[in-house]
């Protein structure tokens, strides 16, 4: 079955601290991953994305991904956390096709302390 | 980059009335569109595909009759709550993905929040 997991349900980091938000899917074809944040009460705002290539990614907000396709991982990380990062943050995989649905892990509610 | 345009961000509905949510993708033509609920602090659960000029496919255990999607042209998607009720208050969230651009992600609407009183 086609599934997302994302282990932690709630991390608190200290501000200024690094991240790192866990992220393993199980699915059959090439996955294509993404990640998105999501702020109270708003929609999604993508992150960053893979296809294909380089498997560590850029994204924005000074986030990276690292595609490992041997623990069928997809992490996310942050050298350095800002307070504003506080959020939820989901992963997500599909396949490069725009009429089929992503399917998205539960989510991992990131706290920032100061 | 591409936007999906959702419309209203909240709407508050006497229980039984019927409410209309609007899904809009605003520069590029979206055959296909998704819509997501969001219960607190929860993930999206797909509830329907909706698609241009045909009918929408609904997953599993969501009500066809109770939620209305219609996809009446490559711009445009509307997600209609009928007969709502105080558990159909949630957080709705639309979603597409630009046919045309290649390794495209999928564009949020900024979603509605629904209220049933």
């Known amino acids: 079955a086609q599934s997302v997991t994302q282990p932690d349900i709630h991390i608190t980091v200290s501000e200024g601290a690094s991240l790192e938000l866990r992220c393993n899917y199980s699915?059959?074809?090439?996955?294509?991953l993404f990640w998105y944040v999501q702020s109270p009460g708003q929609g999604l705002q993508l992150l960053l994305k893979?296809?294909?290539?380089?498997?560590l990614v850029q994204g924005i907000k000074g986030f990276e991904a690292e595609f490992k396709r041997s623990q069928s991982s997809f992490n996310l990380r942050k050298p350095s956390v800002h307070w504003s990062d506080a959020a939820e943050y989901f992963c997500?995989?599909?396949?490069?096709?725009?009429?089929?649905?992503?399917?998205f892990g539960k989510g991992t509610t990131l706290s920032v302390s100061s | 980059g591409a936007v999906v345009s959702q419309h209203p961000s909240w709407v508050i509905c006497k229980s039984g009335t019927s409410v209309k949510i609007e899904c809009r993708s605003l520069?590029?033509?979206?055959?296909?569109m998704f819509w997501y609920r969001q219960f607190p602090k929860q993930s999206l659960m797909l509830m329907a595909t909706?698609?241009?000029?045909?009918?929408?496919?609904?997953e599993q255990g969501v009500e066809k009759d109770k939620f209305l999607i219609n996809h009446a042209s490559l711009t445009l998607s509307t997600l209609t709550v009928t007969s709502a009720h105080p558990e159909d208050s949630s957080f709705y969230i639309c979603?597409?993905?630009?046919?045309?651009?290649?390794?495209?992600?999928?564009?949020f609407g900024q979603g509605t929040r629904l209220t049933v009183v």
């Open positions: 699915y059959g074809a090439t996955p294509y």
């Open positions: 520069d590029f033509q979206a055959t296909t």
């Open positions: 997500a995989v599909g396949p490069n096709q725009a009429g089929t649905a992503l399917i």
């Open positions: 979603s597409a993905r630009d046919p045309v651009t290649v390794n495209t992600e999928a564009f």
């Open positions: 893979y296809f294909s290539g380089d498997t």
């Open positions: 909706s698609n241009e000029g045909s009918k929408a496919t609904y």
